[in-house]
């Protein structure tokens, strides 16, 4: 069954670095999406992405935030200076096909990011 | 403003007892999807189901059905005969009808005892 994959499963950053979380959705989606969740805490919506731009983005998506589909395979998240608060599982998501239209999300199984 | 209330935070049952997890909505668009997703204690998360608010039918699957009633802004999801496999959050969800932006429940924690 197609899956959707996330590297690394871990990352810890220093505050004030920049990470960038991997992501490889499933291969005919059409639409992208970013989650985050602190733990503990309830799924957050980041960031859609469709035909190579940003749908729609949360207040939680600020300047530090920005996503790139920079090969057709990867989707990636990248966070230009990381805070304690960015501190949080990162979930990404794909759904939709030409021929299914949005059909179901699948998700990754998450990069925790603990900015120490 | 867009918001998804689940009002029960935690709920325990012994097995085989069925369980209703509420979700109430509020939105602005006259027309949008629902959603309800399971995270079980290993962390993923599992989408189980998307409605539509042009349909209000009920839907089924195995033991899990759902109930849409656009009158109260409800979507309860209910589980009958529950198993201890069924100990998850669940997350109800609202989103646009192009999926681009999604406001998400605090979830409901169901510890399905043997």
């Known amino acids: 069954e197609p899956e959707v994959t996330q590297t690394p499963s871990h990352q810890v950053t220093q505050m004030g670095q920049e990470v960038i979380l991997r992501c490889v959705p499933i291969?005919?989606?059409?639409?992208f999406y970013w989650y985050r969740q602190i733990l503990g805490q309830k799924v957050e919506f980041l960031v859609s992405?469709?035909?190579?731009?940003?749908?729609?983005k949360s207040e939680i998506f600020d300047d530090q935030f920005s996503v790139e589909r920079p090969d057709g395979s990867n989707f990636t998240l990248k966070i230009r200076s990381t805070k304690l608060e960015d501190s949080a599982m990162y979930f990404c998501?794909?759904?939709?096909?030409?021929?299914?239209?949005?059909?179901?999300?699948?998700f990754g199984p998450g990069t925790r990011l603990t900015v120490t | 403003a867009q918001k998804v209330t689940q009002a029960q935070t935690e709920i325990s049952v012994v097995e085989k007892e069925d369980v209703t997890l509420d979700c109430v909505y509020e939105?602005?668009?006259?027309?949008?999807?629902l959603f309800w997703y399971k995270q079980p204690p290993s962390g993923e998360l599992v989408f189980l189901i998307r409605?539509?608010?042009?349909?209000?039918q009920n839907e089924i699957s195995g033991r899990y059905s759902w109930n849409f009633q656009k009158s109260t802004s409800s979507f309860n999801f209910t589980i009958t005969a529950s198993q201890v496999v069924d100990s998850a959050v669940y997350f109800c969800?609202?989103?646009?009808?192009?999926?681009?932006?999604?406001?998400f429940g605090s979830g409901t924690k169901l510890n399905v005892k043997p």
């Open positions: 409605r539509n608010s042009f349909d209000e």
């Open positions: 291969s005919n989606h059409l639409y």
């Open positions: 969800a609202l989103s646009d009808l192009n999926l681009n932006k999604f406001y």
């Open positions: 992405f469709y035909n190579n731009e940003i749908s729609e």
């Open positions: 998501a794909s759904s939709g096909t030409r021929r299914t239209g949005l059909g179901e999300q699948y």
């Open positions: 939105t602005r668009d006259t027309t949008y999807y």
